[in-house]
């Protein structure tokens, strides 16, 4: 069984070395959480309660619902001809890429006449 340092050196091969402390913190506490459920999984102390999950079928009319399902059927159709973007290694690749393919936000030239 892996010691608590030997996790620790796991987890920090695994994170970008331009990390902050605070980030490594973060992956530190992110990974307890996980460990502390898994466990409490295992011993058996986890009872998920699934009639107090929100169904989002109760939250919208057949109607939108449907409208919903159609636009889902067609992402999943244009995703499968190949039409997505990415994945992109950061936000402004991600930004580039939206301007690059919608055009950047055209504002309203209005031209001010002096009286």
């Known amino acids: 069984m892996k010691t608590a340092k030997d996790e620790v050196r796991d987890l ?22 996980i460990q502390k459920g898994l466990d409490a999984e295992r011993r058996g102390a986890v ?3 699934r009639s ?5 079928n109760d939250e919208y009319t057949p109607a939108q619902r449907r409208m919903i399902d159609r636009g889902i059927a067609k992402s ?3 995703y499968k ?8 290694e950061t936000a402004e ?10 055009g950047r936000p055209r504002t309203k030239n209005h031209k ?3 009286a």
Request: charged residues 30%.
């Open 93 to 102: 690749e991600l930004v580039a890429s939206l301007h690059r393919h919608t």
């Open 52 to 56: 107090k999950v929100p169904n989002a």
């Open 81 to 88: 001809q190949g039409r997505s973007f990415g994945p992109f």
């Open 12 to 33: 920090l091969e695994k994170i970008p070395d331009s990390a902050s402390l605070d980030e490594i913190q973060y992956h530190i506490y992110v990974r307890q959480k």
């Open 47 to 49: 009872l998920i309660d």
């Open 112 to 114: 001010r006449t002096v």
């Open 76 to 78: 999943v159709k244009e």
